[in-house]
């Protein structure tokens, strides 16, 4: 279990591509994609400010007024600290700000964009090497005090950097790239340091890279989730995300796919179990040889 009070769906929905970097829904496609995901028992939101340049975040914001879901009923999570080169802003270098004035700034701009009160879950993008905890600290407090955000968290951090942070403020959780065909955090203490301190874990591009390439890797693994299908009569994309389920961090699939089939699949998998060493034989398939 992990120690937010806020209860997240277990599968995610990521509205990266749901705007200009992607699909570029109307707001009546996207108003529909939010009811669908409701529907089905999707009720977590994912996004950056950085989406689709600086728009997704309105777009989605728009869309989900136009929906009519009860404010109560979903999860938004959103980050911020990456300072991209963009039209809409001034940067002359791709770069990080985490000075407490940009925290709250950007955390309020996020609330007009999604047309909301407050944030359930806000995190910081990826780790800064000028971050300073006690400004971080002091921007989340006012943040948290004002009722504009509810939990704060990180991405992309490792257990050091999480270290430097709670010297001044909880974190409650770390959104981590994990697949099958990325499983470093399993080794290099992220996932463990996140079990151990009962933090909520998510993972983006949670299929990994099976999807998108064809190499040496990715034939190793079609090969046993061809038997694998039909063992557990389910997809591959579900037996992906069924491996990542059945780790003891709890992980939570961020799904970034905009196809109602897909969402509606990758919440079935939360209830395929992975016998022992069947997630042991995907495991030898990615890595291309077997644990030591």
Not at 142 to 149: A, F, N, P, Y
Not at 216 to 224: L, N
Not at 232 to 254: C, F, G, S
Request: with cysteine.
């Amino acid at each position: 279990m992990n120690n937010n009070k806020i209860q997240y769906s277990k599968i995610i929905a990521g509205a990266m591509t749901w705007g200009k970097w992607g699909k570029n829904f109307s707001k009546n496609e996207m108003s529909n994609l939010i009811q669908f995901c409701l529907k089905h028992g999707i009720s977590t939101f994912d996004h950056a400010d950085i989406y689709g340049g600086y728009s997704t975040e309105a777009d989605f914001g728009k869309a989900l007024i136009e929906s009519g879901a009860e404010r109560d009923s979903i999860q938004l999570i959103t980050k911020c600290g990456i300072q991209m080169v963009d039209d809409s802003r001034l940067n002359i270098v791709k770069h990080y700000n985490y000075s407490e004035e940009y925290i709250v700034w950007s955390a309020e701009q996020s609330l007009k964009n999604l047309q909301t009160d407050y944030i359930d879950l806000f995190l910081l993008h990826r780790p800064s090497p000028l971050m300073r905890a006690e400004e971080i600290a002091s921007a989340i407090s006012k943040l948290v005090e004002q009722g504009k955000i509810k939990e704060f968290g990180v991405s992309n951090f490792n257990p050091t950097q999480i270290a430097l942070l709670e010297t001044e403020v909880p974190v409650k959780g770390n959104q981590v790239e994990f697949s099958l065909t990325a499983n470093d955090v399993m080794n290099n203490g992220i996932l463990n340091e996140g079990l151990r301190n009962k933090r909520m874990m998510m993972s983006w591009s949670p299929l990994g890279s099976y999807f998108r390439e064809n190499n040496k890797q990715t034939e190793r693994i079609g090969k046993v989730l061809n038997a694998l299908t039909v063992k557990y009569d389910a997809t591959e994309d579900q037996l992906l995300l069924a491996w990542i389920l059945k780790h003891p961090a709890r992980v939570y699939p961020v799904v970034g796919t905009s196809s109602e089939k897909r969402l509606k699949t990758s919440l079935e998998a939360t209830k395929i179990d992975l016998e022992l060493e069947d997630w042991f034989l995907l495991l030898k398939a990615s890595n291309g040889h077997e644990v030591a």
